[in-house]
């Protein structure tokens, strides 16, 4: 199976910064890759899929980077509703994986 | 619109069976695979397995092979998800997620369902 590793696992920050979640993959994933939002007691929401594509109704400080191994997530002016855990996966190829998550607090 | 709704918390004993539903609506049924992935409380995403709803064809996370069955009715587009010989670890919330074709991403998910299993 392919492992993604997300770092940091958290990570604190004021509202109105500029913050980058990475995610790698264990093998080259091309750009099969998405990024979820998880709010506490809540199901995910996908924010970017294809590495780089924002999900309509999804607010345009959120963006994506990366292909083949490594990945970015960019929140570009944080703010109070951001406030969640932040899920890597890849669907290339075997079982879909996701990473640990990167929980964001302000 | 799309809309996935699950069925309600369980609590079940060890050993025992659960099944969760995951009624779609808002889309043509058959034209979507459908995922199960659970989380187990303070802990990440796991992918369950997929299946077919136009075949019924499944595949399955291999650590779960022989335990778990996912099938599909068409008449009223449902999934369903059962999960049997139940451990303390099986204690998850459980999601359905719909694949889009696009990137196979999961575009949709229903809102979650509570197994908890305690004796």
């Known amino acids: 199976d392919i492992q993604m590793t997300q770092s940091p696992s958290s990570l604190s920050a004021s509202v109105g910064d500029r913050i980058t979640i990475t995610c790698r993959a264990s093998q080259s994933i091309s750009t099969y890759f998405s990024w979820y939002q998880q709010k506490r007691g809540r199901a995910p929401k996908l924010l970017i899929y294809?590495?780089?594509r924002l999900q309509n109704g999804v607010p345009s400080r959120f963006s994506g980077s990366g292909s083949g191994t490594d990945f970015t997530l960019t929140i570009s002016g944080l703010q109070p509703e951001d406030v969640a855990t932040y899920y890597c996966?890849?669907?290339?190829?075997?079982?879909?994986?996701f990473g640990q998550g990167t929980k964001v607090e302000i | 619109q799309v809309q996935l709704v699950q069925s309600g918390a369980e609590v079940k004993k060890p050993g025992a069976s659960v099944t969760v539903s995951c009624q779609a609506s808002?889309?043509?049924?058959?034209?979507?695979?459908m995922h199960w992935v659970r989380q187990a409380p303070g802990q990440g995403l796991e992918w369950l397995g997929v299946?077919?709803?136009?075949?019924?064809?499944?595949t399955y996370a291999q650590g779960l092979q022989g335990r778990v069955t996912m099938t599909t009715d068409t008449s009223t587009s449902t999934v369903y998800m059962e999960l049997s010989s139940l451990r303390s670890e099986d204690t998850a919330v459980y999601y359905c997620?719909?694949?889009?074709?696009?990137?196979?991403?999961?575009?949709?998910w229903g809102q979650g369902t509570l197994v908890a299993v305690s004796s």
């Open positions: 996966q890849q669907t290339y190829t075997g079982p879909q994986t």
């Open positions: 294809g590495a780089t």
């Open positions: 997620a719909r694949e889009w074709d696009l990137f196979s991403t999961n575009d949709f």
């Open positions: 808002g889309y043509r049924f058959i034209s979507y695979y």
């Open positions: 299946i077919n709803p136009s075949d019924g064809s499944t």
